[in-house]
């Protein structure tokens, strides 16, 4: 198994621990200044670090250029999501090889499998997150992963591909769910979802996932929490995630960030 040569993965730890941490926000998808102040956010709102995910060849470069602007606060996966895999093509695939050597990014991502708009060809979804797999086991790297109505599909290519560490991100399968990807070694990453009034499945995932293996998140720009409901997300507001999944695991907010910030830390920055 090859290992990341340059050993970046230990160099780029935050200082300090027990910080709440977004582990989900498209950040290259604000534009400037936007992003700068939404950073600044959530500096203050005490969210110490954002892991963004790229979704394909209209920011992937970006992601990388932002972790390595940010050290330290902002990390990057870099990887093709779903709705982008039919654009994946062979140079593509050695750019995405490329920016994995980038400081600041820990992970493959964001990738799986997409099966409610479909925006690209399934066979090519399917191709696309296997050869992505295959690249996180090779390289030794975590995965950030995607699915909505793909489950079977999956499972099963998750299966193909064993030892692979990630996190199954905007988690909403409930208990049984939870089980299933815990079971095969991945944390779970729970979303604003968690706040929404028809939200019983997310809160039902957040009190089932096993101590250690949890992470919080907002999406953004997606999925704002209530009381933003319909408004552009941002990192600061993982702190009202955060508040809901510890009532809901009747925690302390203190010991939901600790555990998180020790989740997040075990999956994405510690030498693999
Ligand atoms: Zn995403």
Redesign the pocket.
Known sequence: MQQRASGASTRIHYAGEGFLIDS?A?LAMFPEPERRAALERAGEAGVHAVLV?A?GREDLELVAELAGLHEGRVFAAIGF?PHEAATCDAAWKRRVERLLESPGVVAVG?IGLDYHYDLSAREDQRAVFAWQLGLARERGMPV?L?HREAWEDFLAALDAVPGVRGVA??FTEGEGGVIEVTGRGLFVGISGMVTFPRGDNVREAAKAVPTGRLLVET?SP?LAPVPHRGKRNEPAYVRLVAETVARVRELAVEALEAETDAAFRGLFLAAP
């Open positions: 989900h498209h995910p979704t999501h964001e950030v995607h991100h905007s999406d997606y």
